[in-house]
């Protein structure tokens, strides 16, 4: 599968190695700088400072592929706000790798969008297991996670982001199978 990247290849060629040790599972603490579980809960670390969340969970009963939001619901849009510090959960839950990239104008038969919105908004990336690992100020066109894997998205969205967007699947076939949603910024 072909990484699209803006900026800063070896960012992005780095997460899905991490996403695809991320997915082997660990039960390792992560290293300060997330937010741990408590004793005695099952909370899942996540990054500091965040303002608003939302969990973007990606998979598949085939033929069909989806995105679905925490509770499961698929499809549906999924709304942030703009100028505080936003955590994007992603999370593929399925047994296919899948990629993950944000923007408007899709083309499925180029696998790109004409407006990706990651492409010049610096962003952190996380990912707490098997090891703890932050990459700050990253810019990129997708990002691929193998199954099981499990990765933050640190950003703030300026004003000028706001408006409608799409999150889309471009592994082949995917997107055509249902695997994009609506990402609204207000």
Same mark, same amino acid.
């Given at each position: 599968?072909?990484?699209?990247?803006?900026?800063?290849?070896c960012?992005?060629?780095?997460?899905?190695?991490?996403?695809?040790?991320?997915?082997? /599972?660990?039960?390792?603490?992560?290293?300060?700088? /997330?937010?741990?579980?408590?004793?005695?809960?099952?909370?899942?670390? &996540?990054?500091?400072?965040?303002?608003?969340?939302?969990?973007?969970?990606?998979?598949?009963?085939?033929?069909?592929?989806?995105?679905? *939001?925490? *509770?499961? &619901?698929?499809? !549906?849009? #999924?709304?942030? %706000?703009?100028?505080?510090?936003?955590?994007?959960?992603?999370?593929?839950?399925?047994?296919?790798?899948?990629?993950?990239?944000?923007?408007? !104008?899709?083309?499925?038969?180029?696998? &790109?969008?004409?407006?990706?919105?990651?492409a010049?908004? %610096?962003?952190?990336?996380?990912?707490?297991?098997?090891?703890?690992?932050?990459?700050?100020?990253?810019? #990129?066109? &997708?990002?691929?996670?193998?199954?099981? !894997? *499990?990765?933050?998205?640190?950003?703030?969205?300026?004003?000028?982001?706001?408006g409608?967007?799409?999150?889309?699947? #471009?592994?082949?076939?995917?997107y *055509?199978?249902?695997?994009?949603?609506?990402?609204?910024?207000?």
């Open positions: 599968m072909r990484a699209t990247v803006v900026g800063r290849t960012v992005v060629l780095g997460v899905s190695a991490l996403l695809l040790l991320a997915a082997c /599972g660990s039960d390792e603490t992560p290293a300060p700088g /997330g937010t741990e579980a408590e004793p005695g809960t099952e909370a899942e670390p &996540e990054p500091k400072d965040l303002e608003a969340r939302i969990t973007i969970a990606m998979g598949e009963e085939l033929p069909e592929m989806y995105f679905a *939001d925490s *509770d499961g &619901e698929r499809g !549906g849009a #999924f709304t942030i %706000p703009a100028g505080k510090i936003v955590g994007i959960r992603v999370i593929n839950s399925g047994e296919l790798e899948h990629e993950i990239a944000f923007g408007r !104008g899709s083309d499925a038969s180029t696998g &790109e969008f004409e407006e990706n919105l990651f010049s908004l %610096p962003s952190d990336i996380f990912v707490f297991k098997p090891v703890k690992v932050e990459i700050e100020g990253s810019v #990129f066109g &997708e990002i691929e996670a193998e199954p099981q !894997g *499990d990765f933050w998205i640190r950003t703030v969205f300026p004003p000028e982001t706001t409608e967007w799409e999150i889309a699947c #471009f592994v082949e076939g995917h *055509d199978a249902g695997m994009k949603a609506t990402l609204i910024i207000e």
